[in-house]
């Protein structure tokens, strides 16, 4: 088995994003491109996406919604 030291040099990983959601919004409100915003906070633009997603709050789920019945429907 390998050890690992990790615990002594720091986290392994990815490093974690330093942007906070309302830098993407405030750029976004100003009809800047995602691939913009990307570049000018030095993150992806899937990474910009997710974090103004974050804004938006708890969605409904609609993934799981289905059709009513005839018979549900009252």
Same mark, same amino acid.
């Given at each position: 088995?390998?050890?690992?030291? !990790?615990?002594?040099?720091?986290?392994? $990983?990815? /490093?974690?994003?330093?942007?906070?959601?309302? *830098?993407?919004?405030?750029?976004?409100?100003?009809?800047?491109?995602?691939?913009?915003?990307?570049?000018?906070? $030095?993150? $992806? !633009?899937?990474?910009?996406?997710?974090?103004?997603?974050?804004?938006? $709050?708890?969605?409904?789920?609609? *993934?799981?919604?289905? /059709?009513? !019945? /005839?018979?549900?429907?009252?």
């Amino acid at each position: 088995m390998i050890a690992s030291n !990790t615990g002594a040099r720091g986290r392994v $990983g990815r /490093p974690s994003v330093s942007i906070k959601p309302e *830098q993407v919004c405030q750029l976004k409100s100003q009809h800047v491109s995602w691939r913009r915003i990307g570049k000018a906070l $030095g993150i $992806g !633009t899937a990474t910009a996406m997710r974090l103004f997603k974050s804004l938006d $709050g708890a969605r409904p789920n609609t *993934q799981d919604a289905r /059709p009513k !019945t /005839p018979d549900q429907v009252e």
